[in-house]
């Protein structure tokens, strides 16, 4: 079912590479910054120094986003809620996310990518330290919306820059080096968080992620050059993108598909402390294997995406993350298997991210910056209709172990969607008579 794409030899790919930016430095107004240095040594540490803020960023908006899962039930404890209610909050962050993304890669397209980076770490700064203060489930609520506007904005602005600061050839490593801390922030991050969160107080984990906002703006102002902005052709044109039918069925297959993951994560906590019976003071362990996975997931998933066309890559990994969830579901009670579980699941979930993009990009080529940032929007409406539909049978009275069925039917769903996509780009072209 996975077709190699064979358009081209090793030798021809790595010839056709350096003659033409690739489709990610054309996604993102690929546009080669000339940085002024004695020699090439230096200028290699001016590029190495100006990417660490923005692998920074990406630790903190990973960490702020993913703790949630681990520290569900504390903060479900302090403000007095049920965990079902709980889960809420990570569907308002979500939704912050799916604004936030589009709409502020548009409004601010004509700004410095650096001014623009600096300002969303402040909103996002501003409204994790309201977390933090928040005194009641309808505060926090807002403030879990607002920190989460900011959130695909910086990655999507922050692809700008690392493709201008980069060498030829090295734009692919360059985004990479960024999306490590967010891989890093499952490994280490959410780890640490949640055994802040069980420990001391779930309000500290909150000021950390705040802490860590505010080194963000002040490393983007020192070690980020100014680079110019690039003019776009224009909201109302990039609008137009939304006119394509395969573009919305990308969407679907994202938000939808990915809601499975999304459903098992949002209340990992609570099935393996009272399903699985692990002791609360190991969920952090679990958690880093789950980060580990990820980092695993997200290495494979490029290569993936690399060798294969996206959507049969996406067919193959929706598939697989159906069988895993089933299974999260069945080995419930079993501790050993849901370690495993726990790391696959988290590589898979993580894979599904660079063929994903790819297939937004290739659906968006007149508004591939407007189209790339979706991705993020994508993700986080599957983590609100995850968190969100994984917690109606909790507020029923069933199990822990319950939502790994919807999660599991969430997943498939995406696979039939997948499937209809695949049947459509293969079905052959209608000739008018």
Request: overall charge positive; charged content about 10%; aromatic content about 8%.
């Amino acid at each position: 079912m996975l077709t190699e794409k064979r358009s081209c030899t090793g030798v021809q790919r790595a010839s056709q590479a350096s003659a033409a930016p690739s489709t990610v430095q054309r996604a993102v107004g690929f546009s080669r910054f000339p940085l002024q240095s004695g020699n090439l040594e230096e200028r290699h540490d001016v590029i190495k120094k100006s990417l660490i803020p923005l692998a920074l960023g990406g630790f903190g908006i990973g960490m702020t986003e993913f703790v949630m899962m681990g520290i569900l039930p504390d903060i479900a404890t302090g403000l007095h809620i049920s965990i079902p209610q709980a889960g809420y909050l990570i569907t308002a962050y979500a939704l912050g996310v799916v604004v936030g993304a589009p709409t502020l890669v548009s409004l601010f397209a004509n700004r410095p990518p650096r001014t623009v980076l600096v300002w969303f770490m402040l909103m996002f700064t501003i409204f994790n330290a309201m977390s933090a203060f928040a005194p009641n489930f309808h505060v926090m609520m807002v403030s879990r919306f607002l920190a989460g506007l900011p959130h695909g904005a910086f990655f999507g602005v922050g692809a700008v820059v690392a493709s201008r600061l980069a060498d030829e050839g090295k734009v692919a490593a360059a985004m990479a080096t960024m999306f490590a801390g967010l891989t890093l922030a499952n490994v280490i991050g959410v780890p640490i968080g949640t055994w802040i969160g069980h420990v001391v107080n779930w309000r500290l984990v909150f000021l950390i992620v705040a802490a860590i906002g505010l080194a963000t703006m002040l490393s983007l102002h020192k070690l980020v050059p100014h680079v110019e902005a690039k003019k776009s052709a224009g909201l109302m044109k990039d609008l137009r993108i939304f006119r394509s039918g395969g573009l919305w069925l990308a969407l679907a297959i994202t938000s939808i598909g990915t809601g499975g993951f999304f459903a098992w994560f949002s209340y990992i906590t609570p099935l393996l402390t009272d399903v699985t019976l692990f002791k609360p003071a190991t969920i952090p362990m679990v958690m880093t294997v789950v980060g580990i996975g990820m980092t695993v997931g997200v290495l494979l998933g490029g290569r993936l995406a690399d060798r294969y066309d996206p959507l049969p890559a996406i067919l193959i990994l929706l598939s697989l993350m159906t069988v895993l969830l089933l299974c999260n579901g069945l080995m419930a009670t079993l501790q050993p298997a849901m370690l495993l579980l726990a790391f696959a699941t988290g590589a898979n979930a993580l894979a599904l991210g660079p063929p994903i993009q790819m297939l937004l990009i290739e659906h968006s080529r007149d508004a591939e910056m407007l189209g790339s940032s979706l991705g993020q929007s994508g993700f986080n409406i599957g983590n609100a209709t995850g968190a969100f539909l994984g917690g109606i049978p909790l507020t029923l009275g069933y199990s822990y172990a319950a939502p790994q069925w919807v999660a599991a039917a969430l997943a498939l769903s995406g696979v039939v969607l997948a499937l209809l996509m695949l049947a459509q780009q293969r079905a052959p072209a209608r000739i008018p008579a």
